[in-house]
């Protein structure tokens, strides 16, 4: 039989520059088809489905969320600029828009089971909030008012890995 489905990278494997390629965190499921369509477009604005806009490739309403915490994982652990494939603010915003579903919660487990760590924008996307700014995401911990927390009450770290 024909194969239609296969994995694509989120964000867009020729463009990361170091180990991110084999990150579950950023692999998915898709048609051929469709990531054929997408090619290297970064991401943009766009409404209701998915599809090529004037500038780029929009995921459809049900995913932007989805794609802006995989993107800001990928900065955040590997360093891969946002500017590659779309913008800080356009992923600020697709955070706050499309909260955290049931199935990305259920994917974040997974991956942590097969891959040991998990993707904390999933977890409390109100983090993304805290490091970068812009309108608030849901606080999903309850606790991380935006000025409750002391500017360096957080450390993060790139940790290398094969």
Known sequence: ?????????????????NTAKGDLHHL??????????????????????????????????????DVARMIMYLHLRYDEPFDDVGNLSLFLQWNVDDPVSAFEDQRNDVIFNAQGNRNPFI????????????????DRWGTLGMNDIPENFFNFYQIPSN
């Open 1 to 17: 039989p024909t194969q239609t489905f296969n994995t694509e990278h989120v964000y867009t494997q020729s463009l990361i520059t």
């Open 28 to 65: 998915i499921v898709c048609d051929i088809t469709i990531n054929g369509n997408r090619g290297n477009d970064p991401f943009f604005s766009g409404s209701w489905t998915y599809g090529t806009t004037w500038h780029g490739w929009y995921p459809g309403d049900e995913w932007r969320g």
């Open 123 to 138: 977890d409390n996307p109100f983090l993304a909030t805290k490091i970068w700014g812009g309108t608030a995401a849901e």
